[in-house]
């Protein structure tokens, strides 16, 4: 029985949460800075093993009207990536609006600045985490 642990990838920052060993909460969230997406992929990789992920979801992000851009095309490449390096099965996870909502949450909270800046993709991470494990309790 192990981890699920959700990836909010970026260009320069990744956030990352883990789920708890129930899978119904989320552990832990943390930002992992790596411009390079072949890194980037090894760190993800290694955090998935360090923390025992039996599932990665990864941030697939969809333009509004459902289409798929630049970036939702970097999500499938990182996904490509990990799969060579052998990471467990990894899910593109719908993630629309949830940098928009991690900035309002953020804000609402008082970090503003620079204190924002480093913790928005965690903040993402977890929302994109919070959504799997919520479709989760719906089957």
Do not use: C
Request: hydrophobic letters at 40%; zero cysteines; glycine letters at 8%.
């Amino acid at each position: 029985m192990g981890r699920i642990m959700a990836v909010d990838f970026g260009d320069v920052r990744t956030g990352i949460a883990v789920s708890d060993l129930s899978k119904t909460l989320v552990g832990e969230a943390f930002v992992i800075k790596e411009p390079r997406m072949d890194r980037a992929a090894e760190r993800i990789f290694n955090e998935a093993v360090q923390r025992g992920a039996e599932k990665i979801i990864l941030g697939y992000p969809k333009n509004m009207n459902g289409t798929l851009g630049e970036r939702a095309e970097k999500s499938e490449r990182l996904r490509d990536k990990l799969a060579l390096l052998g990471a467990p099965e990894v899910i593109l996870w719908d993630e629309r609006r949830t940098t928009v909502d991690a900035h309002r949450i953020l804000s609402e909270s008082g970090r503003n600045g620079k204190k924002r800046k480093e913790t928005v993709d965690a903040v993402a991470a977890t929302l994109i985490l919070e959504g799997y494990l919520n479709s989760l309790r719906l089957l």
